[in-house]
């Protein structure tokens, strides 16, 4: 084994895919911090303001009859709570979106998805005011796939904090709480760890792939230099 050659590979390969190596320790103890300094993600609890079950006077059969389909294909209902009030949350195999109909009087109404996620936002926040500011139907920068829940409404609290939860009315529940200190540290580690400053998926495992076996041959370089440069025995 030529040492004097494997010593060169190993300098000069570990100089340049020693960048890996501090991004990845850097995302470790960032994550270590994160997890004393952010909480835990949201517990699943029951949503919305609960209802007067008393007040159920349409069947389920009805409540779907109401609906614009012609003999619609229902794959699930849910009986929701809406402002005190019973609603029914159908999905139907031709709509991507759940559609409501009050079980008190049969009246279908298309904003009631809003409505009850804003609910559960309020709900989640003790009460504080919020403003719709997005709805997802793909993942973004601050809603990673890592939360694999869509689609989900953003409602922002408006408060000192920049504070923000992410809702999905398919679950009943809030998936993300942040705001503008949580994303801070979410943000530098997802572009330490994961690379997500390259905006292209592609394009980032490329380079995730590449800057990890780069780093795998400096290891095993400086394994086969320190047999190829250990003392000879007499």
Not at 118 to 137: M, P, Q, Y
Not at 144 to 170: E, Q
Not at 199 to 206: I, S
């Amino acid at each position: 084994m030529n040492a004097r050659l494997i010593r060169k590979l190993h300098r000069w390969i570990g100089l340049v895919f020693s960048l890996s190596v501090l991004m990845a320790s850097g995302s470790g103890v960032l994550h270590n911090i994160m997890t004393r300094t952010q909480a835990p993600p949201p517990a699943a609890r029951p949503s919305g303001g609960g209802m007067d079950v008393n007040a159920i006077k349409v069947s389920v059969a009805e409540a779907v009859s109401k609906l614009a389909e012609t003999n619609p294909e229902v794959q699930a209902v849910n009986l929701r709570g809406i402002g005190g009030q019973p609603w029914y949350q159908i999905y139907t195999k031709a709509s991507r979106t759940p559609q409501y109909v009050s079980a008190v009087d049969g009246r279908l109404d298309p904003s009631r998805d809003e409505a009850y996620a804003a609910e559960i936002a309020r709900n989640f926040l003790a009460g504080a005011e919020v403003k719709k500011t997005d709805f997802l139907t793909a993942f973004n920068s601050e809603y990673i796939n890592i939360f694999r829940i869509l689609p989900v409404y953003r409602f922002d609290a408006g408060d000192g904090l920049d504070t923000r939860v992410y809702v999905s009315t398919t679950t009943g529940s809030v998936t993300r709480h942040t705001d503008k200190q949580r994303q801070f540290e979410a943000t530098v580690f997802t572009n330490f760890h994961k690379l997500g400053f390259i905006p292209n998926k592609d394009m980032r495992d490329l380079a995730l792939t590449v800057l990890t076996f780069g780093t795998f041959v400096v290891a095993c370089l400086g394994i086969a230099l320190f047999f190829a440069t250990r003392p000879k025995k007499r």
